[in-house]
């Protein structure tokens, strides 16, 4: 597992994402582009990966339409924002 640059870790908007099992490097690297993310921890118990976004979305609903962008994938199981810093 790489370790995210400082960049990645700063403050920001962050989504709990879970992915199909089997889902290879090329197609998760395709999820992310199309929703402007990126991996900064995981995965996690349970398989979840923490996403953070890059830019990061300017406003709620800009973060509504990036989880939404992610919930529309198919190989997006489940995905909802970090509220209020709760990891």
Same mark, same amino acid.
């Given at each position: 597992r790489r370790? &995210? *640059?400082? *960049?990645? #870790?700063s403050?920001? &908007?962050r989504a709990r994402?879970?992915?199909? @099992?089997?889902l290879t490097v090329g197609a998760l690297? #395709?999820?992310?582009q199309g +929703?402007?993310?990126?991996?900064?921890?995981? &995965? +996690?118990?349970g398989d979840v990966y923490t996403?953070?976004?890059s830019p990061p979305p300017a406003s709620p609903a800009a973060l509504a339409r990036?989880?939404? +962008?992610?919930r529309a994938n &198919?190989?997006?199981?489940?995905?909802? @924002?970090?509220q209020n810093g709760v990891r």
């Open positions: 370790r &995210p *640059s400082s *960049s990645e #870790t403050a920001g &908007p994402v879970l992915f199909e @099992p089997d690297q #395709t999820v992310l +929703a402007g993310a990126h991996i900064i921890d995981g &995965p +996690a118990d996403l953070g976004f990036r989880i939404g +962008a992610l &198919p190989a997006v199981l489940f995905a909802e @924002p970090v």
